[in-house]
């Protein structure tokens, strides 16, 4: 029978058997004050830059910068709804939900994914009406200035969130954002540069399709974005195998606290769940070599040794005697 998992406001206190033990999860919780930092910092700089953007794109009447600052401003929704599940998961366990809400985390970057498609095919399907009704005409120059500009800024407040939360999920979600936002810039820059080649070699009936031709392409280039934190998410809540980096660790965490102990290691099985790591290892011993101190001195050590990662580890081992053919 699989271990079960303990509680995180309090130390597992459940009877013990030598053939498996109960999970043990970090008695102290990760931080968040760095995430909750960054999160701060990115909502400052997302309302700041789509006020900016609006009010660029309405006086310069570009359709493209008017996207680019929605776009920004739904990452201010986005970053608010990433403050909420930050702190709701950082009070812990409730009575109603004993193991904590960790899968908020997943759920929630599943919504922003969610949410950043459907302004992307809003944007596709209005840019190819105005292709189909000729275009309109820009100021290419004021474009390539604010393209710049923008790139600069996303790549700087990118930088900055991964450096203040590094292992934050939502951080992550924040600074792909960014970079979705940095590469959505520099991409309408560089077309409206090309306009700017338009005009100079009298290509001046292109130049009216160069801002929805803009607003298409700039949607085109940020669909694996949501692709990639939606999928990511549900596999997580479906409780997919842990990152490769986290799995690698966790394989060097198990070789080094099993090495000079009599037993064998059969199964290492770990998942992730927002700020939580499960890890469970299945183990076998020689008859009368192991008690139940043993297991609660392996299962500390390995909890120890993850620390590391950033993750609250639960971790769990059961040991037996029986060989895997032999069953359970």
């Not at 209005?126 to 604010?146: F, H, Q, R």
């Not at 990118?158 to 810039?185: C, F, N, Q, Y």
């Not at 801002?211 to 949607?219: A, F, H, K």
Request: proline share 5%.
């Amino acid at each position: 029978m699989p271990a079960s998992r303990g509680q995180q406001d309090a130390p597992v206190l459940s009877k013990r058997s030598e053939t498996g033990s109960l999970p043990q999860q970090t008695q102290q919780k990760p931080a968040n004050h760095g995430e909750r930092r960054a999160l701060l910092e990115s909502g400052a700089v997302t309302l700041a830059f789509a006020i900016g953007a609006i009010l660029w794109g309405f006086l310069s009447e570009s359709r493209v910068i008017i996207f680019d600052g929605v776009y920004t401003a739904l990452g201010l929704l986005l970053t608010a709804l990433s403050m909420r599940v930050s702190r709701v998961v950082a009070h812990g366990p409730t009575d109603r939900y004993p193991f904590g809400r960790s899968a908020l985390m997943p759920m929630a970057i599943v919504v922003q994914g969610a949410a950043l498609a459907g302004v992307l095919a809003y944007a596709a399907v209005d840019a190819v009406l105005v292709i189909l009704d000729g275009g309109t005409p820009i100021n290419t120059g004021n474009i390539v200035a604010y393209g710049v500009v923008a790139a600069l800024v996303s790549l700087a407040i990118a930088w900055r969130i991964r450096r203040v939360a590094p292992r934050s999920d939502l951080a992550k979600a924040e600074v792909m954002h960014w970079h979705s936002g940095a590469v959505l810039s520099a991409v309408i820059a560089i077309g409206a540069l090309a306009g700017l080649v338009a005009i100079q070699l009298d290509y001046t009936n292109v130049v009216d399709y160069v801002d929805p031709s803009l607003v298409l392409l700039s949607c085109i280039v940020l669909i694996p974005v949501p692709w990639r934190m939606i999928s990511g998410s549900l596999a997580e809540l479906l409780e997919a195998k842990a990152p490769r980096d986290v799995v690698a660790a966790i394989d060097a965490a198990v070789a080094q606290v099993s090495a000079d102990r009599e037993l064998t290691v059969t199964h290492v099985r770990a998942t992730k769940l927002g700020p939580r790591l499960y890890v469970d290892v299945d183990a076998t011993v020689r008859p009368g070599t192991w008690d139940v101190s043993d297991v609660d001195d392996y299962r500390e050590e390995l909890t120890a040794a993850l620390l590391s990662l950033g993750f609250d580890v639960w971790a769990g081992i059961e040991v037996t005697t029986r060989t895997p053919a032999e069953g359970k």
